[in-house]
């Protein structure tokens, strides 16, 4: 009886020593943008606080200024186990979900805050799980902000657009969009827009105060109408199947530490559209229009059929959801 005590005790020991030593789990966070932009902020505020409340259970390395991955690869790289987590555009994920595409509707959102509330509400969060099919799950939403459009003439009313090529983003909606002011949409990576810009490749762009300062767009162009006529938000993603599979108490952590980073990228991107916006106007080499409510209006109803004809991929009651997220009555 006393071997078999020993053995027993060794045993647990055996069996103990392994979890006791087990791995950390380690997140690769890939991204495209600097450190210092509120994505990179956020990632890294994630990064602080998982590491901090799970001691050497998680290790979480970021990735920024595509160091891993562009947007376009870095999808593949999660279902294939490269990195656990990613923050592409919305505009991005349309071959996997028709759904996302409400935020690329023109006109939809007010501002920002009606962003906030369709992204918190039971429709907004519902999205974040229809990409489940193909193996992602969406974990939060982080804020760029609202566009402007810009142009080498001013743009006051749609005719306005006429005949103009723009930069777009790989979004069939926005290329349905620019098609409805009677212009040339022009889909074309981040990282050329600049060049294109100044070459005359395109006339204008779309884009928020806080990327039209960061990237200098505002040195080449001539006038920016405030529009504030669409949204440029990122969705933090992860394999569905790692996040699913991960032990609950540490999905809980990490779950918190998201939600608080959230937070914290949001305010400052809410902060950086507003500090951009004034530097852009303080510049003196271009100039901003604030557009009259009747010219707004003009845009409004020259982009209206776009809602109606990618309704059917969205879904009517995505759309009125998102929609309702304008009054908070």
Partial sequence: MRYLTILLAFAGVAIAAPLA???PIKIKFSHVVAENTPKGQGALMFKRLAEERLGDKVIVEVYPSSQLFDDKKVMQAI???????AAPSLSKFNKFTKKLQVFDLPFLFDDIDAVDRFQNSPSGRAL????KGKGYKGLAYWHNGMKQLSANKPL???????????????????????????????????????NALQTGVVDGQENTWSNIYSKKFFEVQKSFSETNHGVIDYLVVTNAKFWDGLPADIRTVLETALAEATQYANKIAREKAEGDRLKVVGSGVTEVLT???DELGAWRKAMAPVWKKFEDEIGKDVIDAALASNTTG
């Fill in 128 to 131: 974040l799980d229809s990409m």
């Fill in 291 to 293: 557009l009259t409510k």
């Fill in 156 to 194: 006051r009313m749609p005719a306005d657009a006429s005949g103009l090529k723009f930069r777009i983003q790989q979004s069939d909606v926005l290329e349905a969009q620019f098609r409805a002011l009677d212009a040339n949409p022009q889909k074309m990576a981040f990282s050329e827009v600049y």
């Fill in 79 to 85: 279902l294939l186990g490269d990195v656990q987590m």
């Fill in 21 to 23: 030593n087990a791995e």
